[in-house]
Nanobody, 121 residues
Framework: QVQLVESGGGLVQPGGSLRLSCAAS????????MGWYRQTPGKQRELVAT???????NYVDSVKGRFTISRDNAKNTVYLQMNSLKPGDTAVYYC???????????????WGQGTQVTVSS
């Protein structure tokens, strides 16, 4: 199986920055894409950004120009650099990966445990 471990959340003032990291571990044969979702109470989980193994990226409109997703394929790690943070970015951020484990032909979706990001003065 695949485990995703996130780090980097916390409290930041409006206009500040945070960097989230997510490392995937386990018997990984291939992992593609990786990404970040976020969720606030009473709302559905929302895609924030995804990145493929060839570094093709996709962002939700509300974070374009402020957030940057990147990945280190050798380390199976994905990052989310968040700049110019707004109170509306407050949410639990979840790491996501679609992966194929060694010895299997199947691809499955995996999620991290979530990390809280709070933007407040």
């Amino acid at each position: 199986q695949v485990q995703l471990v996130e780090s980097g959340g916390g409290l930041v003032q409006p206009g500040g920055s945070l960097r989230l990291s997510c490392a995937a571990s386990g018997s990984i044969f291939s992992i593609n894409p990786m990404g970040w979702y976020r969720q606030t109470p009473g709302k559905q989980r929302e895609l924030v950004a995804t990145i493929t193994s060839t570094s093709s990226t996709n962002y939700v409109d509300s974070v374009k120009g402020r957030f940057t997703i990147s990945r280190d394929n050798a380390k199976n790690t994905v990052y989310l650099q968040m700049n110019s943070l707004k109170p509306g970015d407050t949410a639990v951020y979840y790491c996501y990966a679609r992966a194929q484990v060694s010895g299997s032909v199947y691809w499955n979706n995996y999620w991290g445990q979530g990390t809280q990001v709070t933007v407040s003065s």
